[in-house]
């Protein structure tokens, strides 16, 4: 059994504890949490509570929150550390678990270059095998890898260019503030397309992102250069094989991301989580060798199957398989046509 521990229990770190307790070969050693709030105090029921520091310990106590130890005791209790905590920590945090000879897994807001590696589950498994310090790529960067390479491995594609509608903050989060704005990225491409390429090198990608104002999921608009004797079939038929994408279809009601999040309630999975990327099947065609289609894509929830795996895949404990059949199984992760 695999000790994991987290490190930052935020929208990523609790969804990841919750993936690795429901796992037969690992388990969660413990969670680290900052602020003594309502969220550390449920997960209090469930799992042994570190802190950044020494100076924390008083302050949970007084919260009534029994604290183990501080961060680097878990590092001493933990076979390896996935650390969600805000973007630019987990670099920062690489010192203290090269200095405990621990194995680390950073989130996509971390710089490539930081680890050994960047992972996507259908990608590149066997290539993170016995690393020690990796990156799950970010969850619009899971989703363009986990609909582009089935065609990508299957039929080949020549280019690609996607629009990445991004949600503006997470449902919970309140610092922000009101949003009433649409904010496009200068940048071009954006960072999602050098981003895919650390787990797909030899696709020819180019992406640009606009933030809109929800909280649900992002939406990416995809437009794919494909061979022209490839057919709208031969998609789906590919796309039927990969559990986590699952075809939709707006005349079912999926009108919105608003839908699609009512039916991962409806399915009462953890949090109401949906872990596989919606592609909506009437959306796609096949125009002049452009395999045109649209996909939405939960943010809080999509890298969670890709961290399991990802823990796997550096201890060398599974074939990419094997792997992503346990984790499929146990987080009900389906797919195929809704």
Not at 48 to 70: A, C, D, H, L, R
Not at 192 to 211: C, G, W
Not at 267 to 290: C, P, T
Request: proline share 4%.
């Amino acid at each position: 059994m695999i000790g994991v521990g987290i490190n930052g229990y935020g929208t990523i770190g609790r969804r990841v504890a919750y993936g690795v307790s429901v796992q037969d070969d690992m388990y969660v050693s413990g969670i680290v949490k900052n602020t003594p709030d309502y969220v550390a105090i449920e997960a209090s029921k469930y799992f042994n509570i570190f802190v950044p520091s020494e100076e924390k310990i008083e302050q949970f106590k007084k919260s009534g929150i029994k604290v183990k130890g501080t961060v680097e005791d878990l590092c001493k209790d933990s076979d390896i550390i996935v650390d969600g905590t805000p973007e630019g920590m987990g670099e920062n945090n690489l010192s203290m678990y090269k200095k405990y000879n621990i194995r680390a897994i950073l989130e996509g807001g971390e710089k490539h270059s930081s680890v050994d590696g960047s992972f996507n589950a259908y990608s590149n498994f066997d290539e993170m095998k016995n690393k020690r310090y990796v990156r799950v790529v970010s969850c619009n960067t899971t989703a363009l890898a986990r609909s582009l390479f089935p065609v990508l491995e299957n039929y080949g594609i020549s280019s690609v260019n996607a629009t990445i509608l991004r949600r503006a903050t997470d449902p919970n989060d309140s610092k922000k503030g009101p949003i009433n704005a649409i904010e496009p990225t200068m940048q071009y491409p954006s960072h999602h397309a050098p981003d895919l390429k650390t787990v797909i090198p030899n696709i020819n990608i180019k992406t640009i992102a606009v933030k809109i104002p929800t909280t649900l999921m992002h939406v990416h608009i995809i437009d794919a250069k494909i061979p022209e004797n490839v057919n709208m079939d031969d998609i789906q038929k590919i796309w039927n094989e990969y559990n986590r994408l699952l075809l939709i279809n707006s005349n079912e009601g999926f009108k919105s991301t608003a839908q699609i999040m009512d039916m991962a309630r409806e399915r009462s999975r953890n949090r109401s989580d949906l872990y596989e990327i919606a592609i909506w099947k009437d959306s796609v065609n096949i125009n002049n060798g452009i395999l045109h289609y649209l996909q939405a894509v939960h943010q809080e929830s999509d890298v969670i199957p890709e961290n399991i795996d990802a823990i796997r895949s550096m201890f060398n404990i599974a074939d990419k398989e094997e792997s992503i059949k346990k984790t499929d199984d146990s987080l009900k992760i389906k797919g195929g046509e809704f």
